[in-house]
Nanobody, 127 residues
Framework: EWQLVESGGGLVEPGGSLRLSCTTSGFTFSSFDVSWVRQGLGKGLEWVAG????????YYADSVKGRFTISRDNAKRTLYLQMNSLKTDDSAVYYC????????????????????WGRGTQVAVSS
């Protein structure tokens, strides 16, 4: 059974940092591209960042480029998202997700674009 478990969320002030993790099991993590997506309260799904299976290629939404860094440790079967210079607009539930299509790692923004995702971790940016 595929499992993705996000952690690391919390309450942080604007300008602060958080590091999210997504631990996985039940599938060969190193063989799959993976993305971070988020959904703010009352908002639709927003793709945040994606990384190829080998980790050598990453993609970012314009809204987070230069502030967020996606990475992965295939030996630990874990995906990461380092978030710096956080803004109130970054408040959302963050999910790690496995896209259905090869190009999905770069921008897929509908739930139907993903095969699997976790339960999410809440990030709240507020003063």
């Amino acid at each position: 059974e595929w499992q993705l478990v996000e952690s690391g969320g919390g309450l942080v002030e604007p300008g602060g940092s958080l590091r999210l993790s997504c631990t996985t099991s039940g599938f060969t993590f190193s063989s799959f591209d993976v993305s971070w997506v988020r959904q703010g309260l009352g908002k639709g799904l927003e793709w945040v960042a994606g990384i190829r299976s080998h980790g050598g290629t990453t993609y970012y939404a314009d809204s987070v480029k230069g502030r967020f860094t996606i990475s992965r440790d295939n030996a630990k079967r874990t995906l990461y998202l380092q978030m710096n210079s956080l803004k109130t607009d970054d408040s959302a539930v963050y999910y790690c997700a496995v896209p259905r299509e090869v190009d999905g790692v770069d921008g897929a923004s509908e739930w139907d674009d993903y095969n699997y995702w976790g339960r999410g971790t809440q990030v709240a940016v507020s003063s």
